[in-house]
C-alpha cells in the first residue's frame, strides 16, 4: 500500500514540474507566474480539483514519441471565486510553449463540457503559441473542437479569457469567442501569427508589443477588455470581477450583501452639471456616486472613452451600467463607442443583468472617417442591441440627448421601462445653436437676429419638460436623489418578464 501510495505522489510531482526546472525559472524571470500558482490565486484558497494531471500527447511525428509531460501542457479543474463554482484551465507554458495538441484539447473540452453542463463559468489562463506543431491536424482538429465548445457556451455561462504570455494562433481565436478578454501589461502579447511570420510573409518588421501588446490590444484593436500590470493584479481583478457575474443565463443575478442604503443622497451631484452646456464633467463621478460603496468594474476603460460601461450594483445586485462620457469628445457617439456600448448591452441581456444608462450625447460624429468607416452600421449595431434588449431597462438623462442618439440611447421607444430626466437635460433634435442657423439660414448676417433665435429655441426646448409632456420622461428627478430612484426603479421590475417574438436568431447589423 505504501507504494503505491508514494508511486501516486512521485506521478504528482512530476505532473507539477510541468516542463521542468530551468523553464520555470525562465517562467519566473519574464515576470510571469506558472500556471499552477496562477489558478492558486485566482480561486479560493485551497478550493482547486485538478483533472487529467496524467494525460499525455500521442503524437510520435518528430521525436515527441520520446518527449512526455504529464498534464501535456496544460492544467484543467475546478474550484470557486468567493464560494462560487467556476471551472478552469491554466496553459502550461514551460510545456511545448502551452501548445495544443490533441491530448491536451481533450482536457480542455473536458472543462468545457462540464462548465457549460453543470451551468458555471469557464475562465481560460492562456499562455501559448496555438496548436502543437508537430501534431498537425490533429491539433488544428483540437481546436476547431474548443472553438464549437465555445459557441455552444455562448450567452448561457459566462466565458473569460485571461492573456498571460505570448498567444498565438488558436490561443487567441478561442478568447476571441469568449465573453471577455483581459491582460497582463508588459508580458503578454495576442496575434495570429507573431512578428517572425510577419517578417517572413510581409517584410514588416515589428516587435511583439507593438504587434499585439496590451497597449494595443486595449486602445487600438479594442480585443482586449482592460490590462492590468502584473499576474498578480490581473487574477486578483478577475475575482473582483466575477462577484458581478451570475454562474449562467439561468442563475439570476448575483446578490452580495451591501452595507450602502438604497436611499443615500448624494446632494453634491445636485451641482455635477456646469451651468455652461459646452463644459465637460466626468460621468464616472456620477457612476461611482450612485453604485453600492462606489464599486465600478470599467469594462474598455482605455478605449472609445467616449462611451462608460461596466459593472456596478444596486442594492447588493449587479447591473450593467452605460453611460456617455462628456470629458471625452464631449461624450458623441461614433463607431467605436457604439460597438463597445453594444456588446457590453448584449452580454448584459444575455445573463439577465439590468441595464442603467445614463444619458449626455450631442449626437453622432459627423464626417467622412465616419461615415467611411460604417457608422451607421456601428450605430446601428447599439440601437439593435438596447432595443432587443429584454432586461430592466433604466435610463436618466442628465443634460444633452439630441438627435437619434435619443433614440440610442436606451430610449423609451426603443423599451426602456423607466426614463428619468434631470432638469438640467435638453432633449431635442439638436443644440439650439445649430438648430437656430438650419431654421433661419436667412438671418445668419444678423448676430443679434439669430442669436435671439439661438435664445428661443434654447427656451422652448432645452430642457426636459417637452419629452415629459409626451410621456417620453416618466418623471423629472432632482439629481441627488438618482441612486434612490434607480434603486426603486430596479425593486419594482425585480420580475419583469418580455419576450421577444420566436425566431432561430436576429440579424444584427454586425
Ligand atoms: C509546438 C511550440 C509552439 C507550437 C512554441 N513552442 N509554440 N511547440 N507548437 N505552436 C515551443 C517552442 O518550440 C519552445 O520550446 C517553447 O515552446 C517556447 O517557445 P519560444 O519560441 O522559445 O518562446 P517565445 O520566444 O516567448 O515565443 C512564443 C511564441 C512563439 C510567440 C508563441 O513560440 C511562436 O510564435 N510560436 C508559434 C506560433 C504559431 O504560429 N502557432 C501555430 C498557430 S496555428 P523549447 O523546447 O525551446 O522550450 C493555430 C491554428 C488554430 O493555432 C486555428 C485558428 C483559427
Known sequence: MKEVLEELEIRREKARAGGGARRI??????????????????????????????????????????????GDGVVTGWGTINGRVVYVFAKDFTVFGGSLSEAHANKMTKVQDMALRNRAP??????????????????????????????????????????????????????????????????SYMFVTGPDVVKTVTKEEVTA???????????????????????????????????????????????????????????????LIPDNPNTPYDIKELIQKVVDEGDFFEIQESYARNMVVGFGRMEGRSVGVVANQPMFLAGVLDSDASRKAARFVRFCDCFSIPLVTFVDVPGFLPGTDQEYGGLIKHGAKLLFAFTEATVPKITVIT?????????????????????????????????????????????????????????????????????????????????????????????????????????????IPL
Open 25 to 70: 525559472e525562465t517562467q519566473h524571470k519574464r515576470g510571469k507566474l506558472t500556471a499552477r500558482e496562477r489558478l492558486e490565486l485566482l480561486l479560493d484558497g485551497g478550493s482547486f480539483e485538478e483533472f487529467d494531471m496524467y494525460v499525455e500527447h500521442r503524437c510520435t511525428e518528430f521525436g515527441m514519441e520520446g518527449a512526455k509531460v504529464p
Open 209 to 271: 508589443e507593438e504587434l499585439g501588446g496590451a497597449v494595443v490590444h486595449t486602445t487600438k484593436s479594442s480585443i482586449a477588455d482592460g490590462a492590468y500590470d502584473n499576474d498578480v493584479e490581473t487574477l486578483l481583478q478577475m475575482r473582483r470581477l466575477m462577484d458581478f457575474l451570475p454562474e449562467s443565463n439561468l442563475s439570476g443575478v448575483p446578490e452580495l450583501p451591501t452595507r450602502d442604503p438604497w436611499d443615500r443622497l448624494e446632494p453634491s451631484l445636485d451641482t
Open 399 to 507: 443634460r444633452k440627448a439630441y438627435g437619434g442618439a435619443y433614440d440610442v440611447m436606451s430610449s423609451k421607444h426603443i423599451r426602456a421601462d423607466l426614463n428619468y430626466a434631470w432638469p438640467t437635460a435638453e432633449i431635442a433634435v439638436m443644440g439650439a445653436k445649430g438648430a437656430a442657423e438650419i431654421l433661419y439660414r436667412s438671418e445668419l448676417d444678423d448676430p443679434e437676429k439669430i442669436q435671439a433665435r439661438i435664445d428661443e429655441y434654447q427656451k422652448r426646448f432645452a430642457n426636459p419638460f417637452v419629452a415629459a409632456e409626451r410621456g417620453y420622461i416618466d418623471e423629472v428627478i432632482m439629481p441627488q436623489g438618482t441612486r434612490m430612484r434607480v434603486c426603486r426603479a430596479l425593486q419594482m421590475l425585480r420580475n419583469k418578464h418580455v419576450e421577444n417574438p420566436w425566431k432561430k436568431h436576429d440579424n
Open 122 to 187: 469557464v475562465i481560460g489562463l492562456f499562455d501559448a503559441g496555438g496548436a502543437r506543431i508537430q501534431e498537425g491536424v490533429a491539433a488544428l482538429g483540437g481546436y476547431g473542437e474548443v472553438f464549437l465548445r465555445n459557441v455552444m457556451a455562448s450567452g448561457v455561462i459566462p466565458q473569460i479569457s485571461v492573456i498571460m504570455g505570448p498567444c498565438a494562433g488558436g490561443d487567441v481565436y478561442s478568447p476571441a469567442m469568449t465573453d471577455f478578454i483581459f491582460m497582463v501589461k508588459d508580458t
